[in-house]
């Protein structure tokens, strides 16, 4: 409790908390603190030889070769053994969502759709599959308005 009182009493604080609920609104502030929180969750990634922890956010995309799952993030690519439907279980908490039968795709990471294809904020283009192509349009539309 003592560190909220000096985060109350702190007048730069108050200030930019202010300024902040002015411009944004309390909704804005919930949304602010939800995503700083997404953002420091992580993601382990285990093989038979090796164990890495991935911050969540830096995650574009998971692909499924057999049951070989490879992840592409900020920092390079990852591979793990395993199933899609798996890690879609975990990582749709954080705005993940499957685009055709072996991708699932960041919604955070999607700049554009265009026709059938995602276009990530890294410039990669993923092939998205006719029976994922509403619910993807939908959930990119809902994530960008907030």
Known sequence: MNELQEFIFD?????????????YGIHGLEQALKA????????IC???TSISKINIYDIYYLEIQKHNI??????GT????GSLNNELKFLSHYNFIKCNQSC????????????????????TKIHMSRNYASKVILSFFCISSL
């Open 46 to 48: 285990k093989n038979k």
């Open 11 to 23: 007048k730069k604080t108050q200030v930019n908390l202010i300024s902040f609920l002015k411009q």
């Open 36 to 43: 700083y929180i997404n953002c420091q969750q992580e993601y």
């Open 70 to 75: 490879t992840i592409y993030t900020t920092n």
């Open 78 to 81: 990852y591979k793990k053994y």
């Open 104 to 123: 699932i795709v960041s919604l955070k990471k999607i700049k554009t759709i265009c026709n059938n294809y995602i276009i990530l904020t890294n410039n």
